[in-house]
């Protein structure tokens, strides 16, 4: 079964929900493969990966507001990058460091109202890297 693997970089403004479906259909394009399952992988321990509602950020935000409640700033041991540093590693262990997504006729099976996104857990910009392989014929 053909593979193919490829590496891009994402870059943050602090937290929040940040699209990178056309990224992963730009690089599912370059595999050439018509057929298979996507894997799409965070490179990082303090954000995440989600397929999340694309037409109204009104669900984007109060799931960021969700997770804010959840795990606040300010209340644990670990905080070598601040106090935003442990929360953003509970937020990513709650949630999905890889996701599959499966293409078929070279698109990915995504339903009309998803998009597939970075979850920036960190209140300082990042680059982040993500890895994708394309698994497929």
């Known amino acids: 079964m053909p593979v193919h693997h490829s590496d891009a970089g994402v870059a943050t403004q602090g937290a929040g929900f940040y699209e990178i479906t056309r990224l992963v259909e730009r690089e599912l394009?370059?595999?050439?493969?018509?057929?298979?399952?996507?894997?799409?992988?965070?490179?990082?321990?303090?954000?995440?990966?989600?397929?999340?509602?694309?037409?109204?950020?009104?669900?984007?935000?109060?799931?960021?507001?969700?997770?804010e409640r959840l795990a606040p700033p300010g209340r644990y041991e670990h905080s070598t990058e601040g106090p935003d540093d442990m929360p953003s590693h509970i937020r990513a262990a709650l949630t999905q460091t890889s996701l599959?997504?499966?293409?078929?006729?070279?698109?990915?099976?995504?339903?009309?109202?998803?998009?597939?996104?970075?979850?920036?857990?960190?209140?300082?910009?990042?680059?982040?890297?993500?890895?994708?392989?394309?698994?497929?014929?």
């Not at 394009?29 to 954000?47: E, M």
């Not at 499966?102 to 680059?127: C, I, K, M, N, S």
Request: hydrophobic share 40%; net charge positive; aromatic share 10%.
């Open 29 to 67: 394009r370059r595999s050439g493969l018509k057929s298979g399952v996507a894997t799409v992988f965070c490179l990082h321990t303090s954000c995440s990966l989600t397929i999340m509602e694309n037409a109204s950020p009104d669900a984007r935000r109060d799931l960021q507001r969700f997770m």
């Open 100 to 137: 599959s997504i499966p293409f078929r006729d070279g698109v990915l099976r995504l339903g009309t109202w998803q998009g597939v996104y970075l979850w920036e857990h960190r209140t300082a910009d990042h680059r982040r890297g993500i890895a994708l392989a394309f698994y497929g014929e």
